[in-house]
């Protein structure tokens, strides 16, 4: 009976800390996902670090934010999302958390995937990747 409560016990601390992690996911990428969705360079820079490595179709570029803002305008604009959606979201040992997603234009559809790390008290956009499918 003891080995019974001590598992549920256990059982119940581990649900309780995968509620809290996925919680904090959703909490991160709840934002920027309703930003790509809208197609908005603007307001995607504000959800980027200072200098951010950036992946379009194989274009790989280590860009500063302000940059990364008309890379991105340069995108939506020839790229206008009509959706986007986050499949799946995780963390490496390390603590850093990744999403990917889906994103749909008029005219492709893009494999994305974020790397996002804190900086300070809010998480930032260190990586992002557009691959198309």
């Known amino acids: 009976m003891k080995n019974r409560i001590l598992f549920?016990?256990?059982?119940w601390i581990a649900l309780c800390a995968f509620a809290q992690s996925s919680f904090g996911q959703e909490a991160i990428f709840d934002p920027i996902r309703d930003v790509i969705k809208t197609g908005s360079a603007k307001e995607i820079a504000k959800h980027l670090n200072q200098n951010v490595e950036i992946n379009i179709e194989g274009n790989v570029n280590t860009y500063s934010k302000a940059q990364a803002e008309f890379v991105f305008r340069d995108f939506f604009k020839k790229h206008p999302p009509t959706s986007f959606n986050?499949?799946?979201k995780g963390a490496s040992k390390g603590g850093q958390q990744f999403a990917i997603g889906r994103y749909v234009s008029d005219k492709d559809s893009y494999n994305v995937l974020m790397l996002v790390?804190?900086?300070g008290s809010v998480h930032l956009i260190h990586e992002i990747s557009f691959v198309k499918e």
């Not at 549920?8 to 059982?11: H, I, K, Q």
Request: net charge neutral; aromatic share 0%; no cysteine.
């Open 8 to 11: 549920a016990g256990v059982l």
């Open 86 to 88: 986050i499949v799946h």
């Open 117 to 119: 790390k804190e900086v």
